[in-house]
């Protein structure tokens, strides 16, 4: 009998601390959950569900697909804003996927300590360190009108005065693709920095034993050794290739055709006026390119995982 009651009451105790650890774990998950379902689930349900619905001019709303005819229309529409945005969306998504192999060769030359590496890792690394707000003033002012570049050019060019190149559409979207390019190698660079040096030093050595030169080593070596972290950044990439855009914001505000899909949703909502249909037009336009996202992502993802990865 003592042996029973010492077993319940082992039990009951055993009852007591799995309920302190659960309301533990639920003190620290909690607040994050809470989070996620108010401002992760409802948000996205709610927007779904105002891609299809329209608002009357007394305020009343109705189940429609208005919002999706109307984006529709744009694409019909020669010289309409969205086909601009889209065709905008399209070159600095090609532009990133262009600058993913230079970061990955910059900081493989940087792996292997080349002169003056260690300048070039802190010039890399300022991008990162620093606000964007800061650099993009440093921007402005280098291609401002009274900054070196603009000088140059117009000389070169012959012109009666120095271009103004994030006020003008010849050349506004060329200066925030100049600004994505100068900045863009910086994230890149810490991922592949961190990850070629985890690659053991027994495999550069036994490459240097059989006489692999640097750009094999680059290719046949480092690569293959690194496609798990390249394929994982290749498929983020294309999971938001209609995402895709510059610093818009502090730079042309989307203004002079340098506008991008998420860009013009962004301008859509921010810009609301009150009993407007701003916010359903929005969410149909990014209800309708999420759904062109998902094909294109399990595509890359097929394409991707047909490369085997080297265990190391």
């Known amino acids: 009998m003592q042996f029973q009651a010492k077993t319940g009451k082992m039990t009951i105790e055993q009852k007591k601390v799995a309920v302190k650890k659960y309301l533990f774990i639920l003190s620290i998950i909690g607040f994050q959950l809470i989070n996620f379902i108010i401002f992760y689930v409802y948000v996205n349900a709610n927007s779904i569900l105002m891609a299809f619905q329209w608002r009357k001019g007394s305020g009343e709303e109705y189940w429609t697909l208005h919002a999706f005819e109307l984006m529709f229309s744009q694409f019909s529409n020669g010289g309409s804003e969205m086909l601009i945005a889209l065709r905008n969306t399209f070159i600095y998504f090609g532009l990133g996927l262009v600058m993913l192999p230079i970061s990955f060769t910059t900081s ?114 480092i690569l293959p050794l690194m496609w798990p972290t390249m394929g994982t950044m290749l498929l983020l990439m294309t999971s938001g290739i209609f995402t895709s855009s510059g610093n818009l914001l502090l730079l042309t505000g989307g203004a002079y055709d340098t506008n991008s899909i998420s860009y013009l949703i962004f301008q859509q909502v921010y810009n609301v006026a009150e009993d407007s249909n701003t916010y359903n037009y929005g969410s149909a336009v990014g209800m309708f390119f999420t759904l062109l996202t998902i094909p294109v992502v399990f595509i890359s993802r097929y394409f991707i995982n047909r490369i085997e990865d080297v265990e190391y």
């Open 108 to 221: 493989y030359f940087m792996y292997k300590k080349i002169f003056g590496y260690r300048a070039f890792r802190i010039l890399f690394f300022l991008p990162s360190v620093l606000s964007a707000v800061v650099w993009s003033t440093l921007y402005k002012n280098i291609i401002g009108v009274d900054g070196p570049i603009a000088a140059l050019f117009q000389q070169i060019n012959h012109l009666p005065e120095p271009p103004v190149f994030l006020a003008d559409s010849r050349y506004a979207l060329g200066a925030v693709l100049g600004y994505s390019i100068w900045l863009g190698i910086a994230g890149n660079f810490i991922i592949f920095s961190g990850t070629l040096t985890r690659i053991p030093e027994s495999v550069i050595e036994a490459g240097k034993l059989d006489g692999v030169g640097w750009l094999r080593e680059l290719w046949q070596v």
